[in-house]
């Protein structure tokens, strides 16, 4: 217990320094019960209305966004650190506070009259509401999200208001009146109130609640004993389990620095004992924890935008992730491999690990809800019924065992918790709404795609490179969501229009390249993250990670040439075929970038695994047998000069 302590306040310091989500007030005076009641009533809000049905959508998405405004102004400070020194919430927050939830409110009050003013023109003070709720909006996402998005967001409205003093013709548009802007943004489908405040408030907020029931129902320490029962006596047998249970733990998370914190403050450390470098331990974590976003079935925020925007069910998505997925982790699980291999890490004793048969038995109905919530969406379940569904089956789980039990005062901390959890994903969508808004008002988007043409030559390679480039830059500053819903309004119909190329393979495209940003330096936060539980250079620690992650840098690019590994046009033998040479090629590839194979390789053998593993991967048969032939020429000289040394020492 005296150990566990002082890595549960050292795993709380680092989250607060890099996770923007983890920086709220614990002290909150008399007005803890206003959060309390705020909290719970947004949850219960979003569980009547899964359940019963949506209110219409404006009506909704304020309540919504309302509600979390409010709980963000009382729980945020407006500065980081000051939730330290503060007793209580400031008299100009709980100000703030309200007159967000008014001002929002105010939209489902007069939502018919507000409707009615689209034709025959808004009032002024009308005009000074929606003024203020986008600022409110702004400040609320600065404080949970970041500075990076809100100024992007006020560059994309300086852009509309001023555009027409443009000089260049390409970005040139007439320019509109402030008024007209705030009125568009505020009251219209397109703005703060579009589809991704939309999607946050039906589908969502009751996914990342679901996920919030599974953590009570400790099902996260269920998974790091599952994954070392199951890996921990192999070769490098600790990095395997933080692996195996990093992709576990994402499949209930979608926050990269979050599951790192968590996971990691528990795997690292044994790592680091168990022979690993910290800079390697820390970049393991970070690069597995990262992955929770493109894990199925809840893959983070984005994924329910992303079946809003190409108009398919969630369990298209869901399949569509699941190979690209496996690969990704099949990568970094090779790479430790490699790794442990080269450094001559062994695996744990049998003795000190869980037993797999007696853990199931006692825990495996942990699995139930997961198994519930996808089964649920496969038969053809809503998303929001099979949520439901989910939630409820978490918490009957939870009362089988005593440690895991509900009782009054912690269900209305678990109903107040989903909220909180929730905030910065619903003030980062509104946020990314105001952008978006801005795109469709000005054309910017049809702008960007003349870019991107120009730019490239029209030549598609060289286009998706542009495209990467743009979603890594926008990640280092934007949290995935608002990252997806910025990219799939610009980018994405650029590719898909000039190009010609499936929908479903260029919005994944952008979605894997705005999660990489997380471990891709020089603004890593995930890597950052690991490297302070790890006390190792974060920068190294980026570099490794990406190193590790190198699939999520790769499979895009296979998949928009031919999308077989979305389930795209399949056909089972052409699908065997793509998915085993896929995981050989990840074996290459994971080898060169670790540099061992058999023994150490050469660099002449890690440019002909790195080659032999592209090739591989890409699904066609001739680039296949080469890049197998390749792969099999560093197999063969490599085993022959191993078992040449073994002879000489033999000898000697």
């Known amino acids: 217990m005296r150990e566990s302590q002082p890595r549960e306040s050292g795993a709380q310091a680092i989250l607060e320094k890099y996770d923007r989500e983890s920086q709220f007030r614990l002290n909150l005076g008399k007005w803890g019960l206003i959060v309390t009641f705020l909290g719970v009533y947004l949850t219960v809000f979003h569980l009547y209305t899964g359940y019963f049905g949506v209110l219409p959508s404006q009506k909704q998405g304020a309540i919504h966004l309302g509600t979390a405004l409010g709980l963000i102004f009382l729980l945020f400070p407006a500065k980081k650190g000051m939730q330290k020194h503060q007793k209580t919430v400031p008299w100009y927050d709980i100000i703030l ?39 409110l909006v702004l400040e609320a996402t600065r404080r949970t999200v970041g500075l990076p998005i809100v100024i992007v967001a006020g560059i994309t409205i300086l852009y509309t208001i001023f555009g027409k003093y443009i000089p260049t013709q390409l970005l040139s548009h007439p320019g509109f009146s402030i008024d007209r802007i705030a009125t568009n943004l505020w009251y219209q489908e397109s703005g703060v109130f579009g589809t991704p405040i939309q999607i946050s408030s039906k589908f969502i907020f009751l996914f990342l609640f679901f996920g919030v029931m599974l953590v009570h129902t400790k099902i996260g320490a269920f998974f790091n004993d599952l994954a070392f029962s199951l890996t921990g006596r192999y070769t490098g047998g600790t990095a395997k389990a933080a692996v195996s249970a990093s992709a576990l733990q994402g499949m209930v998370s979608g926050s990269s620095v979050g599951n790192t914190v968590a996971s990691g403050s528990f795997t690292i450390p044994m790592m680091k004992k168990a022979g690993f470098k910290p800079e390697f331990a820390a970049a393991t974590e970070a690069s597995a924890s990262t992955g929770g976003q493109i894990m199925p079935p809840l893959m983070g925020a984005a994924a329910f935008i992303m079946m809003e925007y190409l108009g398919v069910d969630f369990s298209t998505i869901m399949l569509a992730a699941l190979v690209p997925a496996m690969l990704y982790f099949t990568g970094i699980f090779i790479g430790t491999h490699f790794e442990a291999k080269k450094r001559g890490i062994v695996g744990l004793p049998k003795e000190a690990l869980p037993n797999f048969k007696k853990l199931m038995l006692r825990n495996g109905y942990m699995l139930l809800p997961l198994i519930v919530i996808v089964g649920t969406i496969m038969i053809g379940f809503t998303p929001q019924r099979a949520a439901i569904i989910g939630i409820v089956s978490a918490y009957l789980i939870s009362l089988i065992r005593k440690e895991s039990r509900l009782s009054l005062k912690q269900t209305i901390y678990v109903l107040e918790e989903g909220a909180r959890v929730a905030l910065p994903v619903i003030a980062a969508v509104a946020t990314a709404g105001i952008i978006a808004g801005v795109v469709s008002i000005t054309g910017l988007g049809a702008k960007f795609a003349t870019g991107i043409i120009a730019l490239s030559g029209g030549i598609l390679p060289f286009a998706l490179m542009l495209t990467m480039v743009a979603c890594i830059i926008l990640g280092m500053g934007l949290p995935t969501t608002a990252n997806y819903v910025v990219t799939a309004t610009v980018a994405a119909p650029a590719l898909i229009n000039t190009f010609g190329l499936e929908p479903i393979a260029v919005h994944m495209f952008v979605f894997y390249f705005g999660i990489v940003a997380d471990i891709t330096p020089p603004v890593c936060l995930a890597a950052y993250a690991g490297a302070g539980i790890a006390k190792a250079n974060p920068f190294r620690t980026g570099l490794n990670a990406v190193k590790l992650a190198i699939a999520a840098f790769i499979i895009p690019y296979i998949f928009i040439y031919d999308p077989i590994l979305l389930l795209v046009d399949v056909t089972i033998p052409h699908f065997v075929l793509a998915v085993v040479t896929a995981f050989l090629g990840m074996l290459a590839v994971s080898s060169a970038m670790i540099g061992f194979f058999v023994s150490n390789s050469r660099i002449w053998e890690r440019v002909l695994l790195m080659l032999g593993g592209l090739l591989m991967i890409h699904p066609e048969v001739y680039s296949n047998v080469a890049g197998f032939l390749l792969m099999a020429i560093v197999w063969l000289l490599q085993r022959n000069r191993k078992n040449g040394e073994v002879s000489q020492r033999a000898a000697v």
Do not use: E, N, W
């Not at 007159?99 to 003070?125: C, E, N, W």
């Open 97 to 135: 506070a309200f007159l967000a939830m008014y001002i929002s409110y105010h939209k489902v009050i007069f939502l018919d009259s507000i409707l009615q003013s689209r034709i025959t023109g808004y009032h002024p003070f009308d005009m000074i509401l929606s003024i203020v709720g986008i600022l």
